[in-house]
């Protein structure tokens, strides 16, 4: 009886320490999470306390960690230097077409690969695929003097067009829809009469919206954030985009960069709106699986 009554003890107290060192571990897992996540956050914590510093109180020594009252002051600054509100309304024009556009188009594509067989696939596959390591600035050149050609200077068209079916967003469909769209279920769809236009639009399409998911924050983020585009194919300042213009406003300042600061404030918002709204059908899409019953 002694003896097992030491046993019972025994494992007790191992239960009882792997509880512990269990609880312990997780503890630590989330002390790590919280550090991590500060050190994310607080960059962009500290861009708005900034935009609400006096704008030539700013750089002062120790740095300013809480907000103060000059954030409208700056807003106001911001919009007298610049016309801030056309280039917000021509990036949230140009990152929202070309969003949607990508989308759709590379999502067909990614469809025909991924589900349709014909000849000359894997050609077209690795031939698309090798475009990737092509660098961006390798070919600026002869593309400007297209876009010249086709009379799309000085539009919208250079920063939309050419990337509604790019190869990253094909190759992320395809290797998504390989999986999310059983072979079973669109031979079920063409037997019940539905069209392929129909099975893109009423299958594919709900089946895909973790990849798209993923797919419209790249292309969003990408074109809110593209520098160069914007800057040799809109020249003028009332057409270009968020980060020309306050490039060329950092570049006409001296001391004074309130508005500056608080144009950046403005300038992130969206993208962070964008990324939390997304992130919720990410998950949703990964944890409920291809099919829903």
Not at 107 to 126: E, P, Q, V
Not at 196 to 223: D, N, Q, W
Request: proline fraction near 5%.
């Amino acid at each position: 009886m002694q003896a097992s009554g030491l046993v019972n003890s025994g494992m007790l107290m191992k239960k009882i320490k792997s509880k512990l060192l269990s609880g312990g571990s997780r503890i630590l897992l989330y002390l790590t999470l919280i550090v991590f996540a500060f050190i994310f956050a607080f960059p962009f914590y500290y861009v708005f306390v900034l935009a609400s510093q006096e704008g030539t109180n700013m750089y002062t020594f120790p740095p300013h960690i809480f907000f103060s009252s000059h954030y409208l002051e700056n807003i106001g600054k911001l919009f007298r230097d610049i016309p801030f509100a056309r280039n917000f309304l021509n990036s949230v024009g140009i990152a929202t077409t070309a969003t949607f556009g990508t989308a759709f188009f590379c999502t067909m594509g990614g469809f025909a690969l991924a589900k349709y067989r014909f000849k000359g696939k894997k050609i077209i596959y690795t031939f698309m695929l090798s475009t990737i390591a092509i660098p961006v600035f390798l070919n600026i050149i002869p593309f400007f003097k297209m876009m010249v050609a086709f009379n799309w200077y000085n539009t919208w068209l250079p920063l939309i067009m050419p990337g509604l079916a790019n190869a990253f967003g094909i190759f992320l469909m395809t290797q998504f829809l390989e999986e999310a769209v059983p072979d079973d279920l669109l031979a079920s769809a063409r037997i019940d009469g539905l069209t392929e236009f129909g099975i893109l639009m009423k299958i594919v399409f709900p089946l895909a919206k973790a990849g798209l998911a993923i797919l419209m924050i790249v292309t969003f983020i990408g074109s809110w954030n593209n520098l160069i585009g914007p800057l040799v194919f809109l020249p003028e300042k009332m057409k270009t985009t968020i980060p020309v213009a306050l490039t060329l406003l950092y570049n006409n300042l001296e001391g004074d960069r309130g508005g500056l600061m608080a144009g950046n404030t403005l300038a992130i918002t969206p993208l962070m709106i964008v990324v939390i709204a997304f992130s919720k059908q990410i998950i949703a899409g990964l944890t409920a699986g291809s099919i829903k019953g």
